[in-house]
């Protein structure tokens, strides 16, 4: 029991008392003694645990308050460095006298007088002879002084009235671009430079970019980048051409169209430059500068319809059979021949636009193939077209319309001709439709003569 009243017991020890009691009394185990010493031992335990944890936190609370003074060398070891948790502190809103957020006043809002603190009366004084005194009070001719809101916001203010007239006087601007040519590679460097006076069909100005392309082949095509909201857009970009030999630069056409990008909508052309490198002097290696007007893309339609009336409209080779047990009509369109000049380069696009009317309406529509850069292109491609009222159907209330058009990648495409042929036509294309109805299942073929 001496060993109980110090507190400090081990396992053996509890082994000793049980085997003192068994010995005290043999024949009857004493239990609730066991379980007595047992719960005993576990609170002791419990104790001297909860003892060892004080102990631990009472070190580290000394050691947080370790001075660096109280140490020899003044310096604090790494084990010994514990950095209390910061507190935190309250978010202030910001009082009247400072401003997070400023602002800007409405340019269209009258303005009204900035309130300016009191100050004290100033002794008056003599301005000196050849001017105003800066303490003197501000004259009435003398505009009212702004407040710091409207002074901040007509200092950012872009000057749009100076840098970008909005009144161009009808004109498209000048497009400014450099040339250079290099023997040793057999290269045409174009330098895109800037545009300038372009007109201002928006508010805040077009999206302009430039595209460019080397005629009559078509095949070199760039653009540049899109420069926003300017009417004088610089872009200083170069494009290098490989492959041209010094004697194929005569016959090259620098063909510039200027558009405004959209992103909702399909593009809008504001205008074109085409400049033939015929009538310039390229020497090796120099730059040569040039600037261009920018021409509407409207005059460009204008000045073919008037080639198209003087030159005529070309001719196209059709042949058509009938078959009346099928109730079906055979178009075989072959060529055509002397089409107008529909491009800068002097060629044209073409394609042909076919449809069937019955009783003066469209019921079937068909289209030939586009031929690239020619004026007398060769289709011979076939179409079929089934008329109604079958088996009974004849060719009385029936026509055939078609259309030769110059197709485009960047404008609609412009109708070269027009061919209309059926017993309510005239000339060779009446005698034609007559001649296939009299001889059906033969394929008749006939030029004939396109219209406006």
């Not at 609170?43 to 308050?65: E, H, N, S």
């Not at 159907?393 to 058009?405: C, I, R, W």
Request: charged share 25%; glycine share 6%.
């Amino acid at each position: 029991m001496k060993m109980l009243e110090d507190g400090h017991m081990s396992a053996a020890d509890v082994g000793v008392i049980i085997e003192s009691v068994k010995k005290s009394n043999p024949d009857k185990t004493n239990w609730p003694l066991i379980y007595f010493v047992a719960a005993l031992v576990f609170i002791l335990l419990c104790a001297c645990t909860c003892w060892v944890g004080r102990a631990k936190d009472v070190i580290l609370d000394k050691l947080c308050k370790f001075d660096i003074s109280d140490t020899p060398g003044g310096k604090r070891s790494p084990e010994m460095v514990f950095m209390p948790p910061r507190r935190a502190t309250a978010v202030r809103s910001p009082g009247s006298a400072t401003h997070y957020l400023r602002k800007s006043p409405s340019p269209t809002a009258p303005t009204a007088p900035a309130a300016q603190p009191p100050q004290p009366p100033t002794p008056p004084q003599n301005p000196p002879s050849g001017g105003n005194s800066p303490r003197t009070p501000t004259a009435p001719n003398e505009p009212t002084p702004l407040s710091k809101e409207l002074a901040d916001a007509n200092a950012t203010e872009k000057p749009k009235a100076i840098q970008e007239p909005e009144t161009n006087d009808g004109r498209l601007g000048d497009l400014h671009f450099k040339l250079r040519y290099e023997n040793e590679k057999n290269a045409l460097v174009v330098s895109v430079v800037s545009c300038q006076g372009l007109p201002g069909r928006e508010p805040a100005g077009p999206d302009p970019y430039v595209k460019l392309q080397l005629l009559p082949d078509k095949q070199h095509k760039v653009k540049t980048r899109v420069v926003r909201k300017t009417r004088c857009p610089v872009y200083d970009e170069d494009f290098t051409f490989y492959g041209l030999a010094p004697h194929q630069l005569a016959g090259i056409t620098l063909h510039f169209v200027v558009l405004s990008f959209d992103r909702y909508s399909r593009d809008e052309i504001i205008g074109e430059v085409v400049s033939p490198l015929s009538s310039l002097q390229l020497q090796s290696g120099e730059a040569m500068a040039l600037c261009r007007e920018i021409q509407p893309r409207s005059l460009k339609s204008d000045i073919y319809f008037i080639q198209m009336r003087a030159a005529g409209r070309g001719e196209v080779l059709v042949s058509l059979c009938w078959q009346p047990a099928a109730a079906r009509l055979t178009v075989v369109l072959l060529k055509a021949r002397n089409l107008p000049k529909m491009d800068v380069t002097g060629l044209a696009d073409p394609y042909v636009k076919m449809y069937l009317l019955y009783n003066g309406q469209r019921i079937a529509k068909k289209k030939t193939h586009v031929k690239k850069r020619t004026l007398n292109p060769v289709f011979n491609e076939s179409f079929v077209f089934e008329v109604p009222a079958a088996p009974a159907a004849t060719l009385d209330h029936v026509s055939l319309e078609l259309l030769v058009l110059d197709w485009d990648r960047v404008t609609k495409n412009e109708v070269i001709g027009r061919l209309e042929l059926g017993a309510e036509g005239a000339g060779s294309a009446r005698h034609h439709w007559r001649e296939v109805q009299a001889a059906p299942r033969r394929q008749i073929a006939d030029w004939h003569k396109l219209r406006e």
